[in-house]
């Protein structure tokens, strides 16, 4: 049947699944990830784009990043998730990389990639290097004594803010799981980026209908302004009611955790507040109340300015969904889309 998984059975632990393969390649050539088998579903009839009776979207997880970033629901329904993606990597890659992919890609860390040095995440047991290392880029909330990497996707962190789903199947059957379930904290088990099956492939990316698009706004802070992955970035929605108070407001971060990072309890506090400084601050002052740094104080790796850089991009992120500015990465622009064909 259309969209089902290739029956990998026992292989499972031993193979992957390949579409765009922008991530998986590149830790294939640096020796990281080994896969005895790759499964090729670039041809599956896995990329339409479509408005659902309810109101929402339905994204193909073949749909490429740069065709789903461009595609008029989304850009209409949810410039949020538009803005996220086209912060993320270079035009090539979002030509080639796909929706699925982009929820797959290896949480990680330059430790990770570096085959000569330890990492619980690429082989458990041997230790984490960043904690008392190069910690700059890394994580400030939800760590463990194994592990201390971030999640790299732009993507991610809308489709968190968003309350997406994600549709998966396998030769068992098929199930749901909400965004905010997918990815996992490191826990003692770093190694494992999310909560799929060995032969799952996810079908597609369901983004419930809501009244988020006048007030979003996606904001990236970096080292450099090209591509690279986010300091901290944040992804912030909120309604304003007939009395310009805020309702169903979302926050998520990235750049701090080993998955988009959320907090109901912070969110809560903005609701039915004006959108001023004073809630702002208290909301993120709250969603950082966890927060701590790693690498030697002081020194060139110690990633302690982040709590910091993040509270204030929190802050940012709020005054520009107020005032209806989506990004601080440029206008959208025309950026050519490049069909990839299999």
């Known amino acids: ?5 290739p029956d990998i059975g026992e292989t499972a632990p031993q193979a992957k699944f390949l579409a765009g393969g922008t991530n998986l390649i590149d830790l294939m050539k640096e020796d990281v990830m080994r896969p005895r088998r790759l499964i090729d579903v670039s041809r599956l009839p896995l990329a339409a784009i479509e408005a659902r009776p309810e109101g929402g979207v339905r994204l193909g997880a073949m749909a490429r990043n740069a065709a789903t970033a461009r595609h008029p629901l989304v850009r209409e329904r949810y410039p949020l998730l538009s803005a996220a ?6 035009p090539q890659i979002r030509n080639m990389a796909t929706n699925g992919g982009n929820l797959l890609q290896r949480t990680r860390c330059h430790y990770f990639y570096d085959t000569g040095t330890p990492c619980n995440k690429r ?7 960043a904690r008392g290392g190069l910690a700059r880029q890394l994580a400030i909330l939800g760590t463990s004594d194994h592990c201390v990497a971030t999640h790299p996707s732009d993507m991610c962190v809308a489709l968190a803010a968003l309350d997406a789903v994600v549709h998966v199947q396998s030769p ?3 199930r749901t799981i909400a965004f905010a379930d997918f990815h996992r904290l490191p826990g003692n088990a770093p190694q494992r980026d999310n909560t799929l099956a060995g032969d799952e492939l996810i ?23 090209s591509y690279a992955f986010a300091l901290v970035s944040v992804a912030a929605a909120f309604e304003l009611d ?16 080993h998955k988009p990072w959320r907090d109901a309890e912070a969110e809560q506090l903005l609701e039915g507040q004006r959108p001023e400084a004073a809630p702002f601050h208290a909301a993120a002052h709250l969603l950082l109340r966890d927060a701590r740094g790693h690498g030697a104080p002081g020194g060139s790796g110690d990633n302690r300015f982040k709590i910091v850089l993040a509270r204030r991009a929190i802050v940012r992120a709020l005054e520009m969904a107020r005032d209806g500015e989506l990004t601080n990465t440029g206008e959208l622009g025309t950026e050519p889309v490049q069909e990839f064909q299999p």
């Open 1 to 5: 049947m259309p969209g089902q998984a």
């Open 85 to 90: 993606i086209l912060a993320g990597a270079s």
């Open 123 to 129: 082989e458990p047991g041997t230790g984490c290097p």
């Open 172 to 174: 068992s059957g098929q």
């Open 203 to 225: 079908v597609h990316i369901e983004l419930p209908a809501n009244g988020l698009q006048r007030h979003s706004t996606y904001l990236k802070l970096r080292d450099r302004a």
């Open 242 to 257: 007939a009395s310009g108070l805020m309702r169903n407001a979302r926050i998520a971060l990235g750049g701090v955790a």
